[in-house]
C-alpha cells in the first residue's frame, strides 16, 4: 500500500475512479484539498487578490458583492473592535452547567441554567450547554424546550445549538425528524459545519440510512464544507455495508487524495471494504483489501508509542467534527488510549482471521453460495426505531435489501428472487409478532434463548456454534446488527435469528410472551454514577423493561445480567428485586457478593452453564477490552440470576 503523504505516487487502482479530490468544485478547491490548510487558504488568497473575490477565513471564496466596499474603504486599515467580554458570573455559570453535562447530572445543572435566567445572565452558551445536559440524560423533549426558551429570549440559535439538537435527535434515531432541522438551517441560513455533518452521519449509520448519508454527502459542496477524516470513513462503511462496493472503493480513492494517510492508514475502513466483498463473493478485491488491512496493521504495529497517538486515523481520534478516532489524545489519557489502540487492532486481525477462514472455505462453491445466504438474510429482522406508516413486512424486505446489501447479493446470483423479498418476511408475521416457530421451522422444539443488547454478536455467534439450542440476538443500532450478521455467515452459525430493534417495543410488541428459555444482558451500558444510590441519566435496565422480559420467559425460564462494573450491579440488583413474578437462582457454588430481599443474589465471577451458557470461555468486544484495562479489571466482573415463578 502506497505511503500517505506521497499524493503524486498513489496507485491509481487503489484511488477507484477519484482522480480529482473530493467534489466537482473549483481546480482552486482540489488544490487546497491536497495541500496543507495553510498552503491553501494562502493560494486562495493569491489567486483571489485581482478578481473581486474575499475569503471568508475557512479557505471558502465569496463573490464581493457590487458596492460591498469601494477601492477607498479597502486600502483603509480596519478599525478592530474588541469583542465584549461575557460577564465572569456567565463564564462561571456556563463551565458547572458544562460539567454537570459531562456527569449526566440534570437536576443540579437545570438549578444553575435557572439562576443564570433568573438573573439575567444566561446567554448562547448557556442555552447550548442545558440543551446538551438534557440531551446526554436522554431527555429530548426538555433538550427543545430549552431551545424554545433560547429563541424567547432573542438569542438566535447558532449551529452549535442546532449541531446539539441534532445529536439527540439522531442518537434516538429520529433520523427523519432531525432533517427536517437542516432544513430549517438552511432557510435561516446558519451554515452547517462538519461537526454537524458528521453528527447527522452517525444517526444515518444508527439507522442504515444509505440514501440519506448519500444526500447529505452531494450536498457538503453546497454548504462549503469539506469532508475530514470521520466522513470519509462513514460514508465508505455505510456503502460496504449495502455492498456498494464499487462507491466504496471510489470513495476510498477521493479519500486517499484529500487526507492521504488519514484515510490509508484507517483499518477500519479497509476491512469494511474486504468483509463487503468477501460477503458479496468479489473475490479477488476481497483478497486485495484483506492484503491491505494486513499491510496497514503491520505499519500501526511498527510505529512507536508517541506516534501511533498521532498517526492512527480518525475511529478513535477527535477529528474537526468526528468521532474519538485512532490519533492523539491529552496526556492524561494517553495509557487508557494506548490500551484501547492495541485493542482496536487486536479485533480487526481477529476479524481478518475470521473472513480469511471463510473465504477459504467457500471461495469456490458460487453455486450454493446465494442459497446459503439468501436463509441467513431471512432470518435478519430490522424493526424500525421510529414507528413507520408502511407495514412491517415491507420495511423488513426493504432493510435487508437496500441497507444490508440483499439486493447487491440476489442480482449477482438470482436476480428473480428479489420480488420474493417481502412476501418471505410477511410469511414469518403475524400481527406484527415474529413467527419463531416459521423462522426456525415448525419441528423445531429446541430451546430458545435469547441475549438483548448483543453488540456486535461475538458472544452470542460463539454461543450458537457451540449450542443446539436455537438462538435470538437483540441490538439497537443498525451497524452492530449488520456485524452480528457477516460474523454469523462467516462462522457458518443456521442457527440464530437477528432482529435490529429498540428492546423497550420489540419484547413487548413484536415476540410472543413465554417465548424464551433462556435471555442474557450482557455489559450493559450503565447511566453515570451521580454519587448517591440511583442516576439522574435515563438507563434502559428499569423496572417495567424487566417486567417485559419477564413476560417473554417461559415459566423456570432465566434471566442473567453481567457487568463489571460494581456499583450498577448494585442498582440492578435493587430494582430487580422489586419485579412481580420472579425469585432469585441459587447457585451452589455461587460467590454471594450481596444478597437482597432473601432470594436475590449478586455474584462474583462469570455465569456458569447452569445459567444457560454454551460456551463459558466465549466473551465479547468489551469484556475483553476491560480485561485489557487494570482499573476495570480490578473490579471483577459481576451477575445477577433469577427465574420466573
Known sequence: MAQAGKGKNLNKKNAGAGKKAYGNGTKQREQAVKASPAQSQKKVVKSNESSGKRNDGKGFVQKRKAGDWNEKQAKKPKVMQKKKKDNPETVKLNKE?????SRKQYQEANEVYERARSKKLANSYTYVNMMNVCVRCGDLNQAFHVFTEMKNAKIEPDVVAYTTLLKGLCGEGKLTE???????????????????VNTILRGCILVGAIAEAEKIFDDLTKWKVLPDASTWEY?????????????????FGKGLL?????????????LSIARGATLLGDWTNAQKYMAMTKNCLNIL??????????????????????KRGWGSQSDTRQESLMVFLKHRREEVRRELTLIQSYYDAVKDADENLCSTLFDSYKRVFLIPIVQSTSELQNALGNGVLDTMGLRAVLKKYDAEKIESVVSKFESRLRENVIRMNKVFGKKNKKPVKLEVCSGAGEWIVSQAKKDDANWVALEIRHDRTYQIFTQAVFEQVDNLCIIGGDATKVIPNHLTAELVDFMFINFPEPPQQTGGDSS?????????FFGDCVRLLKPKGRLTIVT???????????????????????????????????SFHLYLGDPPKECGVADTKSSSYFDRLAKQDSRRASQGTHFISIYRK
Open 235 to 251: 460514508m465508505i462503511s455505510l456503502c460496504s455495508r449495502n455492498l456498494q462496493l464499487k462507491k466504496a472503493m471510489t470513495l
Open 536 to 544: 439522574q441519566a435515563k438507563h434502559l435496565l428499569t423496572k417495567e
Open 97 to 101: 452547567i458544562a460539567q454537570y453535562a
Open 258 to 270: 484529500a487526507l492521504g494517510k488519514d484515510v490509508a492508514e484507517n483499518p477500519n475502513i479497509l
Open 178 to 196: 432531525a432533517l427536517k432541522y437542516v432544513k430549517e438551517m438552511e432557510i435561516k441560513r446558519v451554515p452547517l459545519n462538519i461537526r454537524t
Open 564 to 598: 463489571d462494573n460494581k456499583w450498577y450491579a448494585q442498582m440492578l440488583l435493587k430494582i430487580i428485586s422489586q419485579v412481580n413474578g420472579i425469585k432469585g437462582v441459587i447457585l451452589s457454588n455461587g460467590n454471594v457478593v450481596e444478597t437482597m430481599a432473601s
Open 301 to 322: 504495529d511498527a510505529q512507536k508509542d508517541n506516534l501511533a497517538l498521532s498517526a492512527e486515523s480518525s475511529s478513535t481520534t477527535t477529528t474537526e467534527g468526528g
